[in-house]
């Protein structure tokens, strides 16, 4: 019975991290879509924290505009945001 409770408790765990995951995926993915921002690179963490790079010709107001919007967004936990030393698409 022990093993029967704490294999239900750990399935909905399992369960509870990954619609976290996808909540915050979605949130991510709708923001850089408003924004019409191509030029990133981003990784979701199991906990729905999320690691982003925007490519080197991202000006700086859009940088912390769209870093600003993820991280006052109610389904992302968390935002480790950074500038790369290359772009992540074709730049005109």
Not at 34 to 54: C, H, K, P, Q
Not at 78 to 88: D, H, I, P, Q, T
Request: glycine share 8%; net charge negative; charged share 20%.
């Amino acid at each position: 019975m022990r093993q029967l409770l704490v294999s239900a408790v750990l399935a909905f765990a399992s369960f509870t991290a990954q619609a976290g995951q996808s909540e915050s995926e979605d949130a991510v993915t709708n923001i850089l879509f408003d924004e019409n921002m191509e030029n990133v690179s981003y990784a979701l963490r199991g906990d729905g924290f999320v690691d982003i790079t925007f490519g080197i010709a991202v000006a700086e107001k859009d940088y912390i505009r769209i870093v600003e919007r993820l991280r006052s967004h109610p389904d992302i936990p968390g935002v480790l945001a950074g500038r790369g030393s290359k772009n992540y698409c074709a730049v005109p």
